[in-house]
């Protein structure tokens, strides 16, 4: 699993001629690195004098933060799964009529599944961010530009695994289908920008 990779040994299979892990992958883990420095924010929260009174707000978010982590993380070869999938379904046989009509009713599922995994990690991003925002006023004012970072990182994610899942719908031919998914996509691209700009807005106002 790309998950149990080092940094070191994942950054080259990125760099590597093989098309997987992508763009979706880099997506998941732009994510992942947000949600865990708002677990290392919460963590350095907890405990601390003058925080009291919002430690179980910090402890909901921590608890967040550490499944959105996980949640990216895992995403990040179930992407991979759905482009090796999507790959081998464009090999298969297409000489008879019979084949054809099997190849293409499997590349339709495919090119949904290669639209549905980063529509899951634009998901998750936008919940990171939304997280960023909520803890921006309460953790620890030391950690504020960690929660910026955050926030930024989660957004790269969330826009990256949109691009992701607007390269496959031309390929489906279901017209519902993908109007719902491209207003899916917007949504999550104008909520993750408006939560984006208001974490680091806020953070601005504290840094000065």
Known sequence: MIADMTLNA???????????????SAAAVSGALG????????????????????????KTALDKSDELCK?????????????????????MPKETPDQKNIRNTMLQNAFRKAAESPLKIASACLETIILAKE??????????????????????????AIIN??????Y?????YQDNMSKQIEILSVQGQNYRDDTCGEMNKQIG
Not at 43 to 52: A, I, N, P, S, V
Not at 135 to 160: R, T
Not at 165 to 170: A, H, I, R, T, Y
Request: aromatic fraction near 4%; include cysteine.
């Open 71 to 91: 949640t990216l993380t895992s995403l990040i070869d179930e992407d991979i799964t759905a482009f090796n999938t999507l790959m081998d379904t464009l090999k």
């Open 172 to 176: 489906i031919k279901d017209k519902t």
């Open 35 to 58: 949600a865990a420095l708002i677990s290392m924010v919460c963590r350095l929260t907890l405990g601390k004098k003058g925080y009291e009174s919002v430690e179980e707000e910090i």
């Open 135 to 160: 803890i921006v006023n309460k953790a620890n004012k030391n950690l504020i530009s960690d929660i910026g970072v955050a926030a930024q990182q989660a957004y790269g994610g969330l826009e990256s």
């Open 10 to 24: 994942f950054l080259e299979e990125l760099a590597s001629n093989s098309p997987a892990p992508g763009g979706g």
């Open 165 to 170: 899942v607007k390269v496959n719908l031309p």
